[in-house]
């Protein structure tokens, strides 16, 4: 019998296969992939995903073309969920925010990242403070047990320009209180403030605002931020983090890294 070796499929390097994708709005969704069997990541860690770009006209190569993303769902979790913002021109989400079931992305499985328990020295209250899609890490860390072994209240801020784009993080937070792994450990120590800045929402403002003005303290019922209790993780734009930055400082806290723990740590969400 004579064998005949078909051509093999290209197969993309580090390939991994789409499980779901949920749209938010019409500039926010979420999806989940494959998780490779080998890869570990610690809650609040980034990889690099992408597509295979368009081919070079003069070569014909194709590179691929990929970004930091934030892991959004938990380190027990068979699959890796991301969240991201769908930018019209942009290289990548252009064409990411139309990937179906069934379709592959490429990851690189090398996970990094400062917005990490182990980059913050042990304390009592643990504030998460997000814009936009810099939640993405957020929503793996809340629903991480180590966050509530670690901490005895931890208050999420995130802000949106408008309610509707408030909507991946909202439903996962109140999805967490009926979680049969983590819903018991959250009960009554996760604090939830979104606000919005350009929408009439439940809550208004801009985080460093609600921070400056003592707003979110008095409305939660808590004491202002101390460097003895109070730790924080920020992630949003580079303004942003600049602005919480120096308000964090202003209440005493210092900024750490995985080689050197300290009161605060910062990273920037991704944008394009
Ligand atoms: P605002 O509407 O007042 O600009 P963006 O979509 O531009 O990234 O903004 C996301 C959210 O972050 C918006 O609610 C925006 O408020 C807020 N924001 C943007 N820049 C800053 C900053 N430097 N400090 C605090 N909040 C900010």
Redesign the pocket.
């Known amino acids: 019998m004579t064998e005949t070796t078909l051509p093999k499929p290209p197969t993309l390097p580090d390939a991994q296969t789409v499980l779901s994708v949920q749209h938010w709005t019409d500039r926010l969704f979420s999806f989940r992939v494959t998780r490779p069997a080998s890869l570990r990541f610690r809650s609040g860690e980034f990889v690099m995903i992408g597509l295979m770009g368009d081919p070079d006209p003069a070569t014909g190569k194709q590179k691929p073309l990929l970004r930091a993303y934030s892991i959004a769902s938990p380190n027990w979790d068979d699959a890796l969920e991301f969240y991201s913002i769908k930018v019209p021109d942009g290289p990548l989400t252009s064409r990411l925010q139309h990937i179906q079931p069934g379709d592959q992305i490429i990851l690189r499985p090398k996970p990094v990242g400062t917005l990490v328990h182990d980059a913050l020295l042990p304390g009592k209250r643990l504030w998460m403070l997000a814009?936009?899609t810099g939640f993405a890490p957020f929503a793996s860390l809340v629903r991480d047990p180590e966050t509530y072994e670690k901490f005895d209240e931890i208050v999420v801020m995130h802000?949106?320009?408008e309610v509707g784009e408030l909507a991946y993080g909202r439903t996962l937070i109140e999805a967490l209180q009926d979680d049969p792994l983590i819903g018991e450990m959250v009960a009554g120590k996760l604090r939830y403030y979104p606000t919005?800045?350009?929408d009439q929402g439940e809550f208004m403002g801009?985080?460093?605002?609600n921070l400056a003005s003592g707003k979110v303290f008095s409305d939660l019922g808590l004491p202002p931020m101390d460097p003895a209790t109070d730790r924080a993780m920020v992630c949003?734009?580079l303004?942003?983090n600049?602005?919480?930055m120096a308000i964090l400082d202003g209440f005493g806290l210092r900024e750490g890294a995985n080689s050197e723990p300290a009161e605060y740590v910062v990273e920037k969400a991704f944008v394009g």
Do not use: E, L, W
């Open positions: 814009t936009g802000t949106c320009r919005t800045t350009r801009r985080i460093t605002d949003g734009s303004a942003f600049k602005d919480v």
